[in-house]
């Protein structure tokens, strides 16, 4: 059975996880929600104005009441700023797994990060969650994404078409990544 915690705040050597606040929504159209290489890869286009951002964030701050729902804004212990994010979902209860998606700003990449981010957030959902299975994707040409999920520890399972008919600037081949409980223990 899975330990249906809701989103708790997470405490890494350089980073916070916690839930988001209204007040985030400025570090979110400076740092991320505009960047069009960073949204690249996702199914929305680059925020327009600080009112779309402040929208989407109220839609999020909603779902906290859902002890399913985990998501969290990644904030830089050093500034302070909010600098990308990191989810579960596709939550099967009956095989007790989820699925993990991240995102960071342009100016946080190459810095070992979201690494940091992930393995804490694999740790929460094995250890705390009681997940016994992670999986994830990536847009075949975002191969910085399956290098995180690799020093994670993930491994390749296969690589397949995916289309997203509401979306069809991100239908393709993606690459896809799982890792278990006992190969995380490991």
Same mark, same amino acid.
């Given at each position: 059975?899975?330990?249906?915690?809701?989103?708790?705040?997470?405490?890494?050597?350089?980073?916070?996880?916690?839930?988001?606040?209204?007040?985030?929504?400025?570090?979110?159209?400076?740092?991320?929600?505009?960047?069009?290489?960073?949204?690249?890869?996702?199914?929305?286009?680059?925020?327009?104005?600080?009112?779309?951002?402040?929208?989407?964030?109220?839609?999020?701050?909603?779902?906290?009441?859902?002890?399913?729902?985990?998501?969290?804004?990644?904030?830089?212990?050093?500034?302070?700023?909010?600098?990308?994010?990191?989810?579960?979902?596709?939550?099967?209860?009956?095989?007790?797994?989820?699925?993990?998606?991240?995102?960071?700003?342009?100016?946080?990449?190459?810095?070992?990060?979201?690494?940091?981010?992930?393995? $804490?957030?694999?740790?929460?959902?094995?250890?705390? +969650? /009681? *997940?016994?299975? =992670?999986?994830? &994707?990536?847009?075949? %040409?975002?191969?910085? $994404?399956?290098?995180?999920?690799?020093?994670?520890? +993930? /491994? *390749?399972?296969? =690589?397949?078409? &995916?289309?997203?008919? %509401?979306?069809?600037?991100?239908?393709?081949?993606?690459?896809?990544?799982?890792?278990?409980?006992?190969?995380?223990?490991?």
């Amino acid at each position: 059975m899975i330990n249906y915690t809701g989103t708790k705040t997470i405490e890494t050597t350089r980073l916070i996880l916690r839930r988001y606040e209204i007040t985030d929504a400025d570090d979110m159209f400076n740092n991320w929600v505009t960047d069009s290489e960073v949204t690249k890869f996702w199914g929305w286009n680059p925020h327009k104005d600080i009112e779309e951002t402040k929208s989407v964030l109220q839609d999020w701050l909603k779902e906290y009441v859902k002890s399913d729902y985990y998501h969290w804004v990644i904030i830089y212990r050093e500034n302070a700023q909010a600098i990308g994010y990191i989810y579960l979902d596709e939550i099967n209860e009956d095989e007790k797994t989820a699925a993990v998606h991240y995102l960071i700003s342009r100016k946080y990449w190459n810095k070992g990060i979201m690494t940091e981010v992930c393995k $804490s957030v694999l740790s929460f959902a094995f250890t705390e +969650m /009681k *997940l016994e299975k =992670i999986k994830s &994707r990536h847009y075949i %040409d975002n191969s910085a $994404s399956g290098r995180v999920m690799q020093k994670c520890g +993930m /491994k *390749l399972t296969g =690589i397949a078409r &995916r289309d997203f008919p %509401d979306c069809e600037r991100i239908s393709g081949e993606y690459c896809f990544y799982e890792i278990s409980k006992e190969e995380w223990s490991v």
